[in-house]
């Protein structure tokens, strides 16, 4: 846990000595120099010790601990010493007091030397990482790198509890029994060709309990001729694995060994498993696989002959995905258990020798508590369970254990294999996304973070490293994406197009970096258990009322503040942080109760995230001017409207975002509110992402303004008018990157004039239209990139359809309150091959809906109405095969009874739909709304009254 801090500092260093050349010495970066590379070689060791730590646990040697725990101090300290010294730079940067700014950098060079003392700091630097090392050489440590032993010899000194999933009784199985005659079928069945089965899901899932059970079938036993069982894990020596592999196909058909095979190379080795299998059918599985590469390193050994396969179980999607260059693969996604099945396992481990397994009904409640914690990990339900077994039945004792369920993960035997499996996946990871992974817990449990959002924290943290071509928001979504594909992190909403939207760990991995946050000092959660923290802290994670934290908040190491689940806020307490916090860099105030934001914010210099979403704040203060470092401005749902003129001196923002939002008025144009911005935005040139903002304020000059932004992927403006349009067009032709556009006019009956666009940006994934359109602009369907297209009181002339029917990557189409004047829409064969979700609201004049056979193949979601003038069912909806949610909203009586499931003459067009929903109005201000499921037996329909 202690590498990353010290390849993070690293990282620090090697910007100090970029970015600040001019003010330091020559010594003096001779001198940070050396502390970067005596770092650099520290950090060999400490890897090592790290991978001790990971292993032994509770037992590693005290002085390993102590030497990790004096690094990590020491990269804290040097963290500390550079930021210090860069917040002086932009303070004393900013100070009015000096006319040239060369003569500020020689004035506060010479003074940084003298007063501030950054000589000696570095000095002490120096001194400190030489300590480190001499200690580090004094216990005799040694380096993976160094010694060259990263080569498989290594064995882990703690019992592997993996081991126990060889030989799981039949009996004590649960809820595989679809996953294992799938498996099995894949391995007997299909093609004579190789094939490789992938099994894929997190640590304690059963991957290898289930991979065991199908490979001892008999079934599978009987159908290849020779079969190989080879646990892989995270280290390996490729000639080893090849040799356990021939050897197991000898052993299993009762053949000796060929001469000399203890002593052969890789490529001999390879060269005998092809003769050997060149006429057989063959199964081996390769249990627990960590290397993405680790087909690459054995698919030669195993030929494409008359139906060889492969099984793989494995943590990692990459490493299943690695297989495709040669091999066709089937990917099985392991499942946790269902409810069902994760209670009678509960109670065949908790009540295995008493109570005839059966939990008496005092405990139920508490159990099913306990189980939802394990949410279907057979694991952790078999390791709880088995601990359950050995206490007292009764209420109390088991509300004991839940409670102190995080401090058992850590010291109860029964439970330390289940924390040591979950921690694997961890200590796997690269130094980069360790940092990234323990971000999951800032957060409160069960709660499921916007991954948008999540990255732009990492960025602002320094975490995401920038790689060539790609943004940091791209390298961040790389980073996601990597966790979630070694199964550590779970998708909990995704977006239309598939892409992860919100995302959450497990709770009791959950749990498990609870402990490592606290033991890095890399965040602490303040509650009223545990208010006191150590005084390196980094983060402070606030789950109880500002009031009852006030004392503890008075270090200035701290770097990122997050409030949740806050009822009250004393208007005193952002005030008090005043000089306690003054190198933070992130404050996320998000849904906190305040209403204003202090003055002094404008002295967090450092500050690069600023989140007051979902506050009562309605102003900034001027002072937020001073934040040149601020790279994200958080405020959907707050009060502000007015931005201040200053903000244009952020030229590092990246991300400013503002809107309000009313909930509790109908759809209308009114419904949002963009904010209000002054000339002069447009030298805020790294801005990516910038909505809404009010153009009627500042009306072609602003839109010329925003012209120069470059970089945006996503803008939103509202309040446009018609005479805004050709500017706005060749506002919108400068956007190479832009990828979501959202345009409204100032009102319903307003023009948006977008025809005089030629070259729209190619990337457009998702656009908005709101206002007057009297025909569809041509460009759009020259949008081959669109996933989402929206388009309300467009008063349309002709049907859309023709144009847009064609684009190759449309998934979500929304028409509203058009005023479209055509009473018949007709989706003609062949059109929106990838569309899965179709919105038509409010189209009084629509009274004919077509739809041929062979479009929109894949729609999933169908909403319409009102449409008052609608009164037969769709032609053609029958065809929607996969077709699973409909909504009606607003239709007539006769449309309606032509559904009724009773004596409706249509209802059995419909029957395959999974979900049907029916909304009627009964005059003004009355509605009800009914959702049926269309295997209901009590299916009722309402319709206008």
């Known amino acids: 846990m202690a590498e990353q801090i010290v390849c993070f500092v690293i990282d620090k260093l090697i910007q100090l000595l970029i970015t600040t050349e001019a003010n330091l010495s020559r010594d003096v970066r001779k001198e940070v120099g050396f502390i970067k590379d005596e770092l650099d070689s520290i950090r060999s060791f400490l890897k090592d010790a790290d991978v001790k730590a990971a292993a032994d646990g509770e037992r590693t040697n005290d002085s390993v601990k102590t030497w990790v725990n004096q690094v990590r101090e020491a990269a804290f300290y040097i963290e500390d010493v550079i930021d210090e010294y860069l917040l002086r730079i932009t303070r004393h940067h900013q100070d009015r007091g000096f006319v040239r700014f ?8 010479k003074r940084m030397r003298s007063r501030y003392g950054i000589v000696l700091k570095v000095d002490s630097m120096k001194e400190l990482v030489r300590e480190i090392k001499a200690r580090s050489e004094r216990y005799e440590f040694s380096s993976i790198d160094q010694q060259g032993q990263d080569n498989g010899e290594k064995t882990l000194p703690w019992h592997d509890p993996r081991v126990a999933s060889l030989f799981i009784e039949e009996a004590e199985v649960v809820g595989i029994e679809s996953a294992r005659a799938k498996l099995t079928n894949l391995l007997v069945g299909g093609a004579p060709r190789r094939e490789v089965i992938s099994v894929v899901g997190m640590g304690g899932l059963g991957k290898t309990t289930l991979a065991k059970k199908v490979y001892d079938s008999q079934t599978v036993m009987d159908h290849f001729d020779c079969y190989a069982w080879i646990p892989v894990s995270q280290t390996y020596r490729v000639e080893d694995l090849l040799r356990k592999v021939i050897k197991m196909f000898y052993n299993s058909s009762k053949e000796n060994f060929p001469e000399g095979i203890d002593t052969m190379d890789e490529e001999s080795l390879i060269r005998k498993s092809r003769e050997y299998l060149q006429q057989k059918r063959y199964v081996v599985v390769f249990d627990d696989v960590w290397k993405v590469d680790f087909w690459g390193a054995i698919e030669h050994a195993l030929p494409d002959n008359k139906g060889g396969r492969i099984m793989i179980t494995t943590r990692i999607q990459d490493v299943a995905d690695f297989c495709k260059k040669s091999c066709f693969v089937h990917v099985h996604h392991l499942q946790p258990l269902s409810p069902t099945n994760a209670w009678k396992l509960f109670c065949r481990k908790a009540f295995q020798f008493e109570l005839e397994g059966n939990c008496p009904p005092e405990l139920e409640d508490m159990s099913r508590e306990i189980i939802k914690k394990c949410e279907g990990l057979p694991l952790a339900i078999v390791c709880i369970g088995g601990l359950l077994s050995t206490k007292v039945k009764g209420v109390n004792e088991w509300q004991k254990l839940y409670n102190s369920l995080s401090s058992e993960l850590q010291s109860n035997p029964h439970l330390t294999s289940l924390t040591r499996i979950l921690s694997l996946s961890y200590h796997h990871l690269p130094y980069y996304l360790k940092s990234c992974v323990l971000y999951f817990g800032i957060f409160p449990e069960d709660y499921s973070i916007n991954c948008v959002r999540l990255i732009r924290l990492w960025i602002a943290e320094g975490f995401v490293k920038l790689k060539k071509g790609k943004t940091l928001e791209e390298v961040g979504e790389e980073y996601l994406t990597e966790l979630i594909h070694r199964s550590l992190v779970q998708v909990s909403k995704v977006y239309r197009d598939g892409k ?38 980094r983060r402070l994670s606030m789950a109880i009322s500002p009031s009852d934290a006030l004392g503890s908040i008075t270090q200035t190491h701290i770097r990122s503040v997050f409030t949740f689940n806050q009822k009250e806020w004393p208007e005193s307490f952002l005030n008090s942080w ?19 934001l202090p003055k002094y914010v404008g002295d967090l210099y450092l500050l690069t995230y600023l989140s007051l979403r979902n506050t009562k704040v309605e102003l900034l203060p001027d002072s937020i001017g001073n934040l040149q470092n601020l790279e994200t401005l958080d405020l959907k749902q707050s009060l502000v409207y007015q931005i201040p003129a200053k903000i244009n001196k952020l030229v590092k923002l990246r991300h400013l975002l503002a809107y309000y939002r009313n909930y509790n008025m109908d759809f209308c144009m009114n419904r949002e509110r963009g904010v209000k911005m002054h000339e002069g935005v447009g030298c805020l040139q790294d801005l990516q992402k910038l909505y809404y903002v009010e153009a009627n304020h500042g009306g072609i000059k602003l839109i010329k303004e925003l012209g120069k932004l470059r970089q945006l992927r996503k803008l939103g403006l509202k309040k446009l008018k018609r005479e805004d349009g050709k500017a706005l067009c060749a506002c919108i032709e400068k956007m190479n990157h832009l990828e979501s556009l959202d345009l409204s006019a100032i009102s319903e009956d307003e023009i948006l004039d977008l025809q005089s666009i030629s070259t729209p940006p190619e990337f457009i994934r998702s656009l908005w239209l709101k206002g007057r359109l009297e025909q569809l602009p041509s460009w759009i369907s020259n949008l081959q990139q ?3 297209l929206v388009i309300y009181w467009s008063g349309l002339r002709d049907s859309p359809l023709k144009a847009l029917q064609n684009l190759p990557n449309m998934l979500e189409l929304r028409f509203g309150q058009m005023g479209y004047d055509g009473r018949q829409l007709h989706f003609e064969e062949g059109g929106f091959q990838k569309l899965r979700i179709l919105v038509l609201k409010d189209m009084e004049a629509l009274n004919s809906l077509i739809i041929d056979k062979g479009v929109m193949p894949l729609l999933q979601e169908f909403h319409i109405g009102p449409s008052p003038q609608l009164k037969e069912v769709t032609s053609g909806i029958h065809h929607l095969h996969n077709l699973r949610h409909l909504l009606f909203y607003g239709m007539p009586k006769e449309f309606a009874r032509q559904m009724d499931p009773n004596n409706g003459p249509h209802y059995w067009i419909v029957k395959h739909i999974r979900h049907v929903r029916f909304v009627y109005n009964f005059g003004p201000g009355n509605g009800k709304a009914e959702s049926h499921s269309l295997y209901d037996s009590d299916f009722s329909f309402w319709w206008n009254a």
């Open 102 to 109: 060369y003569n500020k950098i020689i004035w506060l060079a």
């Open 500 to 537: 992860a939207r919100e995302c959450r760990v497990h709770d009791l991995f959950y749990e498990v970096l609870l402990k490592m946050c606290a033991d890095s000092c890399f965040c602490h959660v303040l509650s009223k258990d545990q208010s006191a923290f150590k005084p390196t802290t």
């Open 578 to 596: 005043s000089g306690n916090c003054k190198l933070l860099k992130v404050l996320d105030l998000m849904d906190a109760p305040i209403n204003q």
């Open 786 to 788: 669109l996933v989402r």
